[in-house]
């Protein structure tokens, strides 16, 4: 493995970019607390592991080649993001409708397992071994055995993201103290229900690479 320390401060600048990860945990975070938020990142970084094992044994590179099962996880990936987008404003909705009649709304949510949210939005994201067949190999010496550079690169990068989360989750949570406000919390949990629709559809519109 070569260039270590560029390798780490690539990914810190590529995990900071937000991404249908990050929308996801900030949409937990605000609407159910910091134990939520962190629950999300905790389903995000299992799935980054079985990415990293996909990585070493090949998997990834099937996936990637294949346009079928490219498009199967693109496809449902994209499905996933705007049912979470759609639920997000369809519970913004009956809780505003609720106040307006002064009943508790007949859909809740609360019972949803955050770990799951962040697991799946993850793992169902076929740019995510695209970047993993993609970017890890430029850190490797040509002709060298890939198997346990890319078990350390996925592992930092797993670990870069878990440390990323814990900050990013904890600031955010210190924020909403300050935006309990409903008209606040509205505005955010739309922005951030649109913001996951968006990502699906993108996703949906990605084409494979070959």
Known sequence: MVNFYLFVLMCIFLIILPGPDTAVATKNT???????????????????????S???LGLSAIIVKSAFLFSVFKYVGAIYLIYLGAKTLWSLWKREEAMVTETQPKVQFEKASY???????????????????????QFVESGSNTLLPFLLMGITYTVLTAVWF?????????????????????????????ILIGFGIKLALEKAQH
């Open 115 to 137: 770990f799951k949210q962040g697991f799946l939005t993850n793992i169902l994201n076929p740019k995510v071994a695209v970047f993993f067949l993609t970017f890890l190999p």
């Open 54 to 56: 996909a990585a070493v």
């Open 166 to 194: 814990l900050l990013y989750v904890y600031l955010i949570n210190q924020i909403s103290v300050f935006m309990k406000k409903p008209k606040a919390q509205a505005m955010i949990e739309g922005i951030t229900g649109t």
């Open 30 to 52: 605000l609407s159910h607390g910091r134990s939520a938020g962190f629950k999300t990142a905790v389903g995000t970084c299992c799935a980054l592991m079985i990415h990293t």
